[in-house]
């Protein structure tokens, strides 16, 4: 048999032996998400591995939304493919590069999709799993030993750090260039989140605001500031601040609405009489208490807290207490307002039949508290930074393959950057706050810290907090009816979700990678505080439930209640001021327009805290609304169905919410799921 023959014959039998897989890569539609580099594949299966093959777009390029193909031939089946190994080239141009998924043909016609959504910048190998959802104790001896690879690297990329003793840790990055690129604003986040906040500080700068340390000489200049930046909410509020019963609306349906709360007995400290609201209540204070129609808002927290000292001026913060009545027409309104936790002589019981600016300036005192409250506790920390704890102790211990992952990597979305932001910007020592806010300095870390010590499981979770405060049944409260309907529609996806991967106690008990991930949110955003009542371990799956749905609606509902509108509510500065540059009045009938003119914050303060607000109450273009999840992380039928069913209930409430709305002069809008992101993005 001569030479030609023989290589003819094992080309032949070659060709009957060998098996070819069909790979297509997908990249993500997104402003530079295509590369210019050679990308290289690799196919991983329990009965062997392929050579690395070129997809064939790489030796052009591959563009973003295009779909780049090879062919991987290889000797014999692979067997259960389980990897897809990626391999990008670092030319002169290093690009990065965002592949959505690879879906694999196998030669009996059998498709599995590899989901990557990373950006992949650097020339190591990069490996991601089948898309089947698998906890590590289904999970076979390769899996299991990529599964501890990317925790292991990832704990390298998401350290914790304490950034002030005695709250939530967070990110070990001071700047948005050490976060992780899967973690960063894209491109167009980037870009206009810059334009926002030039064009805000640009028109001030122009009109010669922002350094003026003047103090406003008539209320109505301040509605020229911004008049190319209004929202029809925030005209409403600069024309009805002073009126009693849109000051209590707004402890309903403002951006603080979980303060207020039943009071059953006045606290020792604030001695209202009957006397004092004879003129305003239809009974008694104790009968008015008998029927639920009297409210307290307390701001002890804010007692005895240093505050901050602007251009060499000494700033008021005060902590004061609010009674409010719910009138027979279902209006709440202040009834009596104490601005100073001790009572005494100098600290008068401030009455609706006061004079005018008596009672005016009052509110302002706690409008003011309020600002202080609602940024550092109820929007700073039990939202912003407790996001970034669960999706710190996300990425250090759950691996892409779990279904845990799968369904909160979405919920995590520009968490870590805004935050990142945040702590650069805003309460750094040159940051907004201490610039431009009465707790600026040290009375924003005693605030935090006093806001961390009582926070509770409990109050994280809507149905509980509603209930704690006793605030089930009052009228015209939509921040708790959307609120709850919405908590309901996460509660029962999540549980249908987890309940189709954990069919009981045993699996959550043996999931030791669950387990590492509720540890780490104990110990690093609880600070192992048993009072709390947050979890340590996780030992039944209604457990699990509960958690990850306070988690979801932590970063999603309850965030865009308490950030949507804080320019609406918060741009007319005298209905929110950010400080306060004289103490308040020690007795009655010392008040004037003039002595309220002089206690608001100065104009440079006032413009560049408007500024502020509308930066962070703008929606980026690239905004994901809660139940959207354009990733497809999930691929099997049952969770891809659930999201599908998440999505009408999502609907059904947005649809309620406008009808409601048509036929209310002040419409609530944040708790609308098309108007709810996913995440802590802003």
């Excluded at 067997?79 to 690009?95: P, S």
Aim: net charge negative; proline share 5%.
């Amino acid at each position: 048999m001569n030479f030609v023959i023989m290589v003819r014959i094992l080309l032949d039998t070659l060709q009957t032996t060998m098996v070819t897989y069909q790979v297509k890569v997908q990249t993500v539609c997104l402003l530079e998400a295509d590369t210019l580099n050679k990308v290289y594949i690799q196919l991983v299966g329990a009965d062997g591995q392929s050579e690395f093959q070129l997809l064939e777009a790489t030796k052009v390029s591959i563009l973003g939304g295009t779909v780049s193909k090879v062919s991987v031939s290889c000797g014999a089946s692979l067997g259960k493919l389980l990897l897809v190994n990626v391999k990008k080239e670092r030319n002169i141009v290093n690009d990065s590069w965002f592949p959505a998924h690879a879906e694999v043909t196998s030669p009996e016609g059998l498709s599995v999709c590899f989901p990557i959504y990373c950006w992949i910048s650097d020339g190591a190998i990069h490996s991601f799993r089948a898309g089947e959802a698998l906890r590590i104790f289904e999970d076979h001896a390769l899996g299991l030993q990529n599964r501890q690879q990317e925790v292991n690297i990832r704990k390298e990329q998401f350290r914790w750090k304490v950034y002030l003793e005695g709250i939530p840790h967070c990110m070990e990055a001071d700047t948005p260039a050490e976060i992780p690129d899967n973690f960063q604003f894209s491109p167009v986040k980037k870009t206009e989140f810059a334009l926002t906040a030039a064009s805000g500080l640009v028109e001030i700068n122009l009109k010669g605001y922002a350094s003026s340390t003047e103090n406003w000489g008539d209320l109505e200049d301040i509605r020229n500031v911004f008049r190319n930046k209004t929202t029809p909410m925030a005209e409403y509020v600069s024309h009805n601040w002073k009126d009693d019963g849109f000051f209590g609306y707004q402890y309903l349906n403002g951006i603080n609405p979980i303060l207020i709360r039943q009071c059953k007995s006045l606290p020792d400290n604030f001695p209202v009489t009957d006397a004092m609201v004879a003129s305003i209540l239809q009974g008694s204070l104790r009968e008015e208490m008998e029927k639920g129609n009297i409210f307290l808002c307390d701001y002890k927290r804010l007692d005895g807290v240093k505050a901050n000292t602007i251009n060499g001026v000494q700033q008021f913060l005060m902590a004061p207490l609010v009674l409010f009545h719910k009138t027979s027409g279902d209006k709440m309104k202040p009834v009596a307002i104490q601005l100073k936790q001790v009572p005494a002589e100098d600290n008068p019981i401030f009455l609706p039949t006061d004079s005018e600016y008596d009672w005016l300036l009052a509110k302002i005192f706690v409008r003011g508290a309020d600002f202080n409250e609602h940024q550092l506790n109820v929007h700073l920390l039990r939202t912003h930074l407790l996001a970034e704890v669960f999706a710190m102790a996300l990425m250090r211990n759950i691996p892409m393959v779990h279904p845990l992952y799968k369904l909160l990597i979405l919920h995590t979305r520009y968490t870590m950057q805004i935050n990142v932001m945040a702590r650069q910007l805003l309460i750094s020592e040159d940051g907004a706050f201490p610039q431009f806010v009465a707790s600026g300095g040290e009375g924003m870390v005693e605030i935090l810290r006093r806001s961390m010590a009582s926070i509770t499981y409990s109050s994280l979770c809507l149905p509980e907090e509603i209930s704690q405060r006793g605030m089930e049944t009052v009228p015209n409260y939509f921040y708790r009816d959307d609120g709850l309907r919405l908590w309901g529609i996460i509660n029962r996806f999540v549980e249908k979700v987890l309940k189709f991967y954990y069919k009981n106690d045993t699996e959550v008990e043996q999931d030791t990678e669950l387990q590492a991930w509720i540890a780490d949110i104990y110990q690093h955003g609880f600070l192992s505080r048993e009072s709390s009542g947050i979890p340590q371990r996780f030992s039944r799956v209604d457990e699990v439930i509960k958690f990850v749905t306070m988690v979801i609606f932590t970063g999603s509902g309850q965030h865009a209640a308490v950030n949507s509108g804080q320019y609406d509510y918060d741009a007319w500065l005298p209905n929110s001021p950010t400080t306060l540059q004289r103490p308040p009045p020690t007795k009655k009938g010392t008040s004037s327009q003039e002595v309220m003119l002089a206690t608001l914050p100065t104009v440079g303060i006032t413009v560049n805290g408007m500024a502020v607000e509308w930066l962070l109450s703008k929606q980026s273009s690239d905004f994901i609304a809660l139940g959207c999840y354009p990733q497809k992380h999930f691929t099997e039928e049952t969770p891809r169905s659930l999201i599908k069913e998440f999505q009408e209930e999502l609907k059904k409430l947005s649809e309620s919410i406008q009808e409601r709305n048509q036929s209310l002069d002040l419409q609530y809008s944040y708790m609308d799921p098309a108007l709810v992101e996913n995440s802590v993005t802003i």
